[in-house]
């Protein structure tokens, strides 16, 4: 049975095994400019706002060039990132049948095209939505509501697959269905224990799921 019509996604963590790269990015970031070696779990507390965002905030003065050095660490160290397998797999299938496809991610557009267009999937998305194209990060429903009008979808036909609980709850706000994927989540625990539509802990299990209900 046919039951979406939408699908949006999540990046990091989500399409994308990026976490490692954005963590080491940070790194380098922080130890040039503030001479921090600062933890995962101390870069992880700064997300929410865009890449640039965060830098305005850390670095101040030195905005410019810390971006300058953000972008440049991050496109050529991006073999340490990769899309994961079975991925592109599921955008080739649904994009073949028709579903609209979206991607809502809290990274700015700079980010969010390098890693798209590297690993080769951009082109599978009708609409990309970063934290620099709308007013408030997730869980703003903003970036699920854009998507939604403008391919004037009905929202109990629209799922958003993530691995966050910014996601989950993006998907209240906005009334469509949420998908929890916990394959390589920051917050595993605490997704599950949060609660979402359906859970999925390999890309195999999605892809089944995907493949029965659109």
């Given at each position: 049975?046919?039951?979406?019509?939408g699908?949006i996604?999540?990046?990091?963590g989500?399409?994308?095994s990026?976490n490692?790269l954005i963590?080491?990015?940070?790194?380098h970031?922080t130890?040039k400019?503030?001479?921090?070696?600062?933890?995962?779990e101390?870069?992880y507390?700064m997300f929410g706002?865009?890449?640039?965002?965060?830098?305005k905030?850390?670095?101040?003065d030195?905005?410019e060039?810390?971006?300058?050095?953000y972008?440049?660490f991050?496109?050529?160290n991006?073999?340490?990132?990769?899309?994961?397998p079975?991925i592109?797999?599921?955008l080739?299938?649904?994009k073949?049948?028709?579903i609209?496809l979206?991607?809502y991610t809290g990274?700015?557009?700079?980010?969010a095209?390098i890693t798209l267009?590297?690993?080769?999937?951009?082109d599978?998305f009708?609409m990309v939505v970063?934290?620099d194209?709308?007013?408030?990060h997730?869980p703003?429903?903003?970036?699920v509501d854009?998507?939604?009008?403008?391919?004037?979808?009905?929202?109990?036909r629209?799922?958003i697959?993530?691995?966050a609980?910014?996601?989950?709850k993006?998907a209240?706000n906005?009334?469509?269905k949420?998908?929890?994927?916990v394959?390589d989540s920051?917050?595993?625990?605490?997704?599950?224990?949060?609660?979402?539509?359906?859970?999925?802990?390999?890309?195999?299990e999605l892809k089944?799921f995907?493949?029965e209900n659109?």
């Open positions: 049975m046919k039951n979406f019509d699908v996604f999540d990046v990091d989500t399409l994308t990026t490692e963590y080491a990015t940070f790194r970031i130890n400019y503030l001479n921090k070696n600062y933890t995962n101390e870069i507390s706002p865009t890449e640039d965002g965060i830098l905030d850390i670095c101040g030195n905005y060039s810390a971006r300058k050095d972008y440049d991050y496109t050529k991006h073999h340490m990132a990769d899309i994961y079975g592109d797999d599921i080739k299938m649904l073949e049948r028709g609209k979206s991607v990274k700015g557009s700079t980010a095209a267009k590297k690993l080769g999937i951009y599978f009708d970063t934290g194209d709308i007013k408030d997730k703003s429903p903003e970036g854009v998507f939604v009008n403008k391919f004037n979808l009905d929202r109990s629209v799922l697959v993530g691995d609980i910014a996601d989950i993006a209240r906005s009334g469509i949420s998908a929890s994927v394959w920051y917050a595993k625990e605490k997704v599950l224990a949060y609660g979402s539509d359906y859970v999925f802990h390999t890309v195999e089944v995907l493949e659109t």
